[in-house]
């Protein structure tokens, strides 16, 4: 009964890793449908306290669906669901990944990490304006979000946490001072 | 006419070191100072990073410590690398972790690093599933969980900014970046597509801009 549980979290999760391309969100959808809709193993309800909750926590919002494995069959139900939700996705890029760093000090080689470079960086500021309009709205986190840059250019060996501790204790001071 | 005369020097120094180097087989598992960098070292960095994990800053948290501190990469591996595991399923973030694990220490590494970025979400996610309705029911918890989440977009600005002024030494280079950011952040094209059409692209270029020598990475 249990074991059948756990197959079906793999037979559903496993190809939802391949398909999660560009992150957690692109499952979201079918991860729903899957578990509310055909399997009744969540409502609707408490698939959307589970997203808070994966939202709320450190981590990828895939957790999601470490979470509802969790929900069905405990923790077994927890591990089996990120095992197949990560590990798929993770070999994949472990193989791209191999062929890459086999052919290091090659001329295509060096040209595909020059080309891909500024691909890269272009992403990472495409990302910074995607979360934004996500996770930032007025004018308060728009400030944040400027003064960590500059301060981080200030002093770039300040450990990571302080800048999180920080954005969140300023916003709790002045949700508490009312404003 | 000097200037020739260093130049033809320079050029041959460096075909020296691509002889020297193509003699023995670069090994992908190997960080190119020969020292074999310790898998308790990259589960501590990366289960720290995955811990701290909020809102979505995180690729920019791997780059301070592979390249900024511990130097087990240079930039362009870092960010060829951003760009290549984003354009495959999974999430950025872990796909990253596995790059760096990968290219430090092999097959070990890569599992090392994404068991060390699963750890810590996979305890807290269901800590607070058992414990949800009292935080969700904290006053001011959302609003603390913004500032958070603002705080590592500005770290994903500020590895942005650093990484644009290392990659980008010259106009073609630039260009690609802010086309790339133009398409995916403002006029919100999907992700797949503009690498795709970007990258080989800004790959060609690069290729014919490049020595058939390979220049001396830092």
Same mark, same amino acid.
């Given at each position: ?59 990828? #919002?895939?957790?999601? #669906? ?48 020059? #080309? ?30 400027? #003064? ?32 | ?39 308790? &070292?990259? *589960? ?89 309705? *009292? ?13 958070? &989440? ?69």
């Amino acid at each position: 009964m249990n074991i059948e549980i756990l197959l079906k979290l793999i037979v559903i999760l496993a190809p939802l890793s391949l398909a999660a391309l560009g992150g957690a969100t692109s499952i979201y959808a079918p991860l729903q449908h899957q578990s509310v809709d055909v399997e009744h193993w969540v409502s609707v309800r408490e698939f959307l306290d589970l997203f808070a909750i994966a939202r709320v926590t450190p981590g990828p #919002g895939s957790m999601l #669906g470490t979470l509802i494995g969790w929900k069905v069959a405990g923790l077994a139900g927890a591990l089996t669901a990120s095992l197949a939700l990560y590990l798929p996705s993770s070999a994949l890029v472990f193989a791209v990944g191999h062929v890459w760093h086999r052919h290091r000090g090659k001329k295509w080689h060096t040209a595909l990490e020059t #080309g891909l470079a500024p691909i890269g960086s272009g992403l990472l500021f495409a990302g910074v304006v995607t979360l934004a309009r996500v996770a930032a709205e007025g004018i308060l986190p728009i400030c944040i979000i400027a #003064g960590v840059a500059a301060l981080m250019m200030w002093r770039p060996r300040l450990h990571p946490f302080v800048f999180l501790l920080g954005g969140g204790c300023l916003c709790y001071g002045l949700y508490l001072s009312g404003l | 006419m000097t200037g020739d005369l260093s130049r033809w020097i320079i050029g041959h120094k460096i075909k020296a070191q691509h002889w020297r180097r193509r003699g023995k087989k670069p090994e992908g598992d190997r960080v190119e100072q020969g020292e074999k960098v310790p898998l308790g &070292a990259i *589960y501590r960095v990366f289960f720290e990073i995955g811990l701290f994990s909020f809102g979505g800053g995180l690729v920019a948290w791997i780059h301070r410590e592979a390249v900024d501190i511990r130097k087990w990469m240079t930039n362009e591996e870092f960010l060829s690398g951003v760009a290549l595991t984003q354009i495959m399923p999974g999430v950025n973030s872990t796909n990253t972790a596995i790059y760096v694990g990968q290219r430090l220490r092999g097959l070990p590494g890569a599992a090392t690093a994404l068991g060390a970025m699963l750890t810590g979400p996979f305890c807290a996610v269901l800590l607070a599933a058992v414990f949800y309705q *009292y935080l969700l029911g904290l006053p001011g918890f959302q609003e603390a969980m913004v500032g958070v &989440a603002a705080a590592a977009i500005g770290m994903l600005l500020r590895t942005g900014i650093a990484s644009a002024k290392m990659t980008t030494k010259g106009l073609v280079p630039a260009l690609m970046m802010v086309l790339t950011f133009i398409a995916v952040g403002i006029l919100r094209y999907p992700l797949i597509p503009v690498v795709c059409v970007m990258g080989p692209i800004s790959v060609a270029l690069a290729f014919w801009r490049t020595p058939s020598v390979p220049e001396e990475r830092a």
